[in-house]
């Protein structure tokens, strides 16, 4: 009964005798109810006392032993729990140490929830480049950051309609041809995600490696800079067939 809550087996054969006792039990009483060893059930009773579910006396120079009535119980592991919720609430941030592995992923929708929880945990600063269909999904998400003071820098492929002000975009064209769908993220500049599509499949990185996130952001505002010389000097690219090649290699 008790062993979801954490109790051995043996703690919880030895309750639940005294539990359903009209009487407090001797040890050996407590033995023939609960099943537990002989040899085990002196062990099993203290570590009980110790957990404060059950109750000790001494009656005519021996030891007897009643469980904490059940609906004291639940209290106290109610209590128990919350104590443990508001602990684990207070643990420093600096306890966890930075993680630079670099971690894979595959399936584009688990990817997607993956984007979804790096904006919610982003707290100062978010980069992110992609295309408008992707990116028009987590667009509440993203606004709403910046609506409550983050630097939020958008890198679009395609038309968007944002109350974001700090968007660069990149209308297609003919030339664009080789253009391949991606997603990057980075969030507070100490974390990144970076998805595209490999064999017809999405797959991702995702670390907080400091090379790599220092690498990624740089690679951002490499697309952004990109964008905004192809839309500047549309013109002149277009005209110059060399520039145009060269331009049209590199990943936006």
Do not use: C
């Not at 919880?12 to 009209?22: D, G, I, P, R």
């Not at 059930?41 to 404060?52: F, I």
């Not at 059940?70 to 420093?92: A, R």
């Not at 690219?237 to 290699?249: A, S």
């Amino acid at each position: 009964m008790l062993q979801q809550f954490g109790f051995t087996q043996y703690e919880s054969q030895v309750y639940q005798a005294l539990a359903t006792s009209n009487e407090p039990l001797d040890p050996s009483r407590v033995v023939k109810r609960s099943g537990v060893p002989r040899a085990k059930v002196y062990e099993v009773l203290d570590r009980l006392g110790d957990k404060g579910v059950i109750l000790e006396s001494t009656t005519e120079k021996k030891r007897v032993y009643a469980a904490l009535p059940i609906e004291m119980l639940v209290e106290k592991l109610k209590g128990d729990f919350n104590y443990k919720i508001e602990k684990l609430k207070k643990m420093e941030a600096t306890d966890i140490p930075t993680d630079d592995r670099v971690w894979t992923l595959k399936d584009d929708q688990s990817i997607q929830v993956v984007l979804k929880e790096l904006i919610q945990e982003a707290t100062v600063s978010i980069f992110i480049s992609g295309w408008a269909g992707d990116l028009q999904k987590v667009l509440p998400l993203l606004e709403n950051k910046y609506a409550h003071g983050l630097q939020v820098t958008m890198h679009v492929i395609g038309q968007l309609e944002t109350k974001i002000p700090d968007v660069s975009v990149l209308i297609p064209d003919d030339y664009h041809d080789s253009l391949e769908q991606s997603r990057t993220i980075i969030i507070d500049e100490q974390e990144m995600l970076f998805a595209g599509i490999e064999d017809r499949e999405w797959q991702a990185i995702r670390t907080q490696s400091r090379p790599l996130v220092k690498f990624f952001t740089e690679f951002f505002y490499h697309d952004v800079a990109l964008t905004e010389i192809t839309r500047k000097y549309k013109d002149i690219v277009v005209k110059d067939t060399e520039i145009r090649n060269v331009l049209m290699k590199l990943r936006y």
